[in-house]
């Protein structure tokens, strides 16, 4: 039988310093990650909005350049901007843009996120 008295104790002293010294730095990190991948997701909204945006210009009638600039303007700062013209009178923008890591980690690699929506221009049948 293991002793359970005061001798028991001294062999585990600081056991759960070095412990959470160990798991502490995974934590930050974990808690890094769940924080990008907010921003990430916000940031897919935003893409999304925004191309909504210049769909809905395209759709009544407003020219490229007008679209264009309601897309930029609506979407996070340096998005990427493009319209298709599809058949059968469908106009689409596409609205992407970086999903940097906050702070000092924002020169690392990042992935693109985005959104597209398609919409029936009006007038047409």
């Keep these: 039988m293991a002793p359970v008295g005061p001798d028991r104790v001294g062999h585990d002293r600081g056991s759960a310093t070095a412990e959470l010294a160990v798991v502490l730095p995974g934590l930050f990190l974990l808690t890094v990650l769940c924080v990008w991948a907010v921003l990430a997701v916000a940031l897919h909204v935003q893409c999304v909005d925004a191309a909504r945006s210049g769909a809905r210009a395209l759709a009544r009638g407003e020219p490229v350049g007008a679209a264009v600039a309601v897309a930029r303007a609506r ?7 493009r319209v298709h013209h599809l058949d059968g009178g469908l106009v689409a923008v596409e609205v992407r843009a970086q999903a940097g ?11 693109t996120v985005g959104g597209r929506v398609v919409a029936a221009a009006e007038g047409d049948p």
């Design 101 to 111: 890591l906050p702070g000092r980690w924002a020169h690392a690699p990042a992935p």
């Design 75 to 81: 979407g996070p700062e340096g998005a990427e901007v």
